[in-house]
């Protein structure tokens, strides 16, 4: 499966499974990452998919701003 399938697989969840996806992903590979690199940018994480990461942060932004706040009634 390609990037781009799994970002289109990704993208066809909703928006909440979207957010815990990354998050899970994001804590999993900073868990598994070497102890000896001195960078702890969480964005240097993911320097071979800068496009993916990006793609990701637009549509979750474009998701937020196209659903209207929960308000308590």
Known sequence: ???DQIYEAIRAL???EQLRLVERVVHEVAANRDTTEQSTDLLG???EDADLISRVGTQAVAERQS???RLDT
């Open 45 to 47: 994480l993911f320097a």
């Open 1 to 3: 499966m390609s990037i």
């Open 67 to 69: 659903r209207p706040w």
């Open 14 to 16: 909703p928006v909440g």
